[in-house]
């Protein structure tokens, strides 16, 4: 029988520290996060044990210069007793027993010493803890180095109850000891700390951190504060908001203040809040608080109810987390509505300058897009209106709108010309809100409407016309049939467009493909021609109708010289492709150039015919 002998794992602590240095943390300023965090903990542990101690306060003290600059950081708090330190400093990465023990209590408090104590090996070569718990009356001293040695004593000396850490600069790390360093550090971190944070240099000391604030507990109290919480989001956000909605959740464990930018902001932009768990600022480049489409807004968040990541610089993404972003979404809803009802000049200067973003919020909630469609504005034929305005325009008739940017280009003029209400639908949400009106109100019909459609208001040609330009046209549809495309002449306004293609939804189906397949590799080409084969069953032909208004198509139609009927004719498709921004294959490329140069060689030859 083999002997199986049992090894214990060897810890390098050094390596540990280059992780936290490198990889875990986003910045080695964090140790002060760490050190004020388990200071207010101390101090918040302390304070639950009742009794008449003096009000919390952590106290910060430079002193020295250069590398032998040294940081103290002090609180009052709870202490940690001799088996504390054995517990909390000595064993890394242990986890702490639950049970009535305070500073064991997971819930109640987020910062540890261990893991985040380790931080300060990332700017010191030594850190010294001296403390004395409120529970014992010794006074005790732990040393350690990040070679994993350390040192435990008791002193002499009677300690006042708390706990003081002792940071000597680590060569390289003159940067995070510079007193204005320290304060940005300390007020970034601690601003909403419910305790004094004391700063103390060359015998100087101020307060660091914003005073406590009732309004934390209730945010609505945020409404009688205008002017106070605008100039908080200044020196927190760093940005002059001109309006605020206050955020808080059911249970009131998450509040915060969601501040509406001052200026348009782009969809893709990144939604960057500024979270505080427990009091201490997790991250001020939160992504995933606020609901996506919230993206007019830049919040300040506080919670005890999220989860951090192990950098506590992040939050899990996981139920609780899900619960908290729709239920602050509601509120900034709900604030919305109620702005609809009793201040509608306010919310109409907020939807004229974030329209996309409340129309994003429409197409999720058919109730606000009840309350707030009227607003909404869209791009018409006639000119850009609200869409209260172009309901009453319509007059009781359906709104016809298309679907795509593209298909609005093509008809645009030919409609205005004919005092045709066209809606751009094409922008992103405007058909989802149009399609939903009839929902929200049965009155309010929206219909699509194609290049196709706008043709059938054209004039006919009288039968003397079309036995007239019979042969020129047979010449124009041998000249596009390669392009899968038809020619028709129309009279139609304005008489300044000579011409108007239209494509069915399946033929464009097709000539994406068909475009597709020219760029791709030749196993993805094979994928697209079997697919191909199904569409083209249904894809029928595109359309290019010539206005016989127009001074230049009339010229085309009296030419006798087929070549020249056939140029004009490849040159007005590739025109029109061009006017209604659809790209062109290597075909239709080739088209372009061959026709300009057949004009500009017949025009030098034979300048008499230009």
């Not at 300023?29 to 044990?49: G, H, M, P, S, W």
């Not at 000119?383 to 319509?394: D, F």
């Not at 697209?528 to 010229?555: C, E, H, I, M, W």
Request: charged residues 25%; aromatic residues 10%.
């Amino acid at each position: 029988m083999s002997q199986t002998d049992e090894y214990r794992f060897q810890v390098n602590l050094g390596g540990m520290i280059d992780i936290l240095a490198n990889h875990l943390y986003s910045s080695p300023r964090v140790f002060i996060r760490e050190v004020l965090q388990n200071a207010t903990d101390a101090i918040t542990a302390r304070k639950e044990l009742g009794g008449t101690a003096a009000e919390g306060k952590v106290t910060v003290e430079l002193s020295g210069s250069g590398e032998q600059q040294v940081l103290m950081i002090q609180d009052n708090g709870i202490g940690l007793t001799e088996e504390d330190i054995h517990r909390f400093l000595s064993i890394i990465g242990q986890s702490s027993k639950k049970g009535t023990d305070l500073l064991a209590s997971e819930t109640s408090f987020i910062g540890r010493f261990g893991i985040g104590l380790l931080s300060c090996f990332m700017v010191s070569d030594e850190i010294v803890v001296l403390t004395r718990s409120v529970k014992e009356g010794v006074s005790m001293e732990w040393r350690g180095k990040p070679d994993g040695t350390y040192t435990i004593r008791r002193l002499e000396t009677e300690l006042p109850v708390g706990t003081q850490i002792y940071l000597r600069c680590k060569p390289g790390s003159e940067f995070y000891y510079e007193p204005a360093q320290v304060e940005e550090s300390l007020f970034y971190y601690g601003a909403l700390l419910p305790y004094p944070v004391m700063l103390s240099v060359d015998g100087e000391t101020k307060r660091v951190n914003l005073p406590s604030t009732s309004w934390m507990r209730d945010p609505e109290q945020l409404r009688s504060r205008r002017g106070e919480v605008l100039e908080l989001g200044y020196r927190l956000m760093g940005e002059r908001f001109g309006d605020f909605i206050p955020l808080r959740t059911a249970s009131g464990r998450t509040g915060g203040i969601a501040f509406i930018l001052p200026r348009s902001i782009n969809l893709n932009s990144k939604r960057l809040h500024r979270v505080y768990l427990k009091h201490m600022l997790v991250s001020d480049k939160a992504e995933n608080v606020l609901p996506e489409w919230a993206f007019f807004i830049k919040s300040l968040i506080w919670t005890d109810e999220l989860q951090p990541t192990a950098s506590r610089e992040y939050f899990y993404e996981n139920e609780q987390l899900d619960a908290v972003r729709s239920e602050l979404g509601t509120c900034i809803r709900q604030e919305l509505l109620r702005m609809a009802e009793y201040e509608p000049d306010r919310l109409q200067h907020w939807i004229r300058l974030h329209e996309l973003s409340m129309k994003a919020l429409a197409v999720e909630d058919d109730e606000f897009l009840r309350i707030m469609h009227r607003w909404f504005s869209f791009e018409s034929t006639f000119g850009r209106r609200e869409l209260s305005e172009l309901i009453r325009e319509a007059g009781g008739r359906p709104l016809h709108y298309t679907s795509t940017v593209d298909e609005y280009r093509q008809i645009t003029h030919v409609a205005a010309a004919q005092s045709m209400l066209v809606i751009n639908g094409g922008y992103i949400y405007d058909t989802e809100i149009l399609e939903k009106l009839h929902w929200i109100d049965p009155a309010l019909q929206a219909e699509r409407l194609s290049p196709e459609d706008v043709s059938l208001s054209f004039t006919g040609l009288t039968q003397e016309e079309r036995e007239q330009y019979y042969s020129v046209l047979r010449v124009m549809d041998a000249a596009l049939q390669p392009m899968r495309c038809r020619t028709e002449l129309k009279r139609f306004e304005p008489a300044s467009l000579p011409v108007l293609y239209t494509i069915s939804q399946d033929a464009l189906t097709l000539r994406s493909m068909e475009n597709t397949v020219e760029e791709t590799t030749a196993l993805f080409s094979n994928v697209l021609d079997s697919l191909k084969a199904g569409v083209q069953q249904n894809a029928g032909y595109s359309t290019l109708y010539f206005n016989l208004n127009n001074p230049v198509v009339a010229r085309i139609f009296e030419a006798t010289d087929p070549q020249m009927i056939t140029a004009a004719t490849e040159m007005m498709y590739v025109n029109a492709l061009m006017m209604g921004h659809y790209p062109m294959n290597r075909n239709e490329l080739g088209l372009m150039n061959r026709s300009v140069l057949h004009f500009i060689n017949w025009g030098l030859g034979n300048g008499q015919n230009t």
